[in-house]
């Protein structure tokens, strides 16, 4: 069955930096867009950003440009999320998610696989 692995999270002072990567299996990955979501305590889960299938397009959410990027390894079925001067709002559990067919890179519902999520905290 597919599955979506994320990396470790962990525990970063703000203006620190992060990587989190989630190798996929049992999918093929290059027709599949990627992205990452997050949820903190008490809020809905909301978009970060996303990658189209060959890696040419990027979308990221007002919150995290400047800050965050996204790259993925085909040959590798791996996506990562760089994370550059955190801020402790962003605090929250990450996901990854793939999409066979994205109509709408921000929603949640058009993406079909999601991983188990990480959890990433950023002190003050």
């Known amino acids: 069955q597919v599955q979506l692995v994320e990396s470790q999270g962990g525990l970063v002072q703000a203006g620190g930096s992060l990587r989190l990567s989630c190798a996929a299996s049992?999918?093929?990955?290059?027709?599949?867009?990627m992205g990452w979501f997050r949820q903190a305590p008490g809020k809905d889960r909301e978009f970060v950003i996303a990658?189209?299938?060959?890696?040419?397009?990027?979308y990221y959410a007002d919150s995290v440009k400047g800050r965050f990027t996204i790259t993925r390894d085909n040959a590798k079925n791996t996506v990562y999320l760089q994370m550059n001067s955190l801020k402790p709002e962003d605090t929250a559990v990450y996901y990854c998610?793939?999409?066979?067919?994205?109509?709408?890179?921000?929603?949640?519902?058009?993406?079909?696989?999601w991983g188990q999520g990480t959890q990433v905290t950023v002190s003050s």
């Open positions: 998610a793939a999409s066979r067919r994205v109509v709408n890179y921000v929603l949640g519902s058009a993406y079909d696989y």
């Open positions: 049992a999918l093929t990955f290059s027709s599949y867009a």
């Open positions: 990658i189209s299938r060959g890696g040419g397009s990027a």
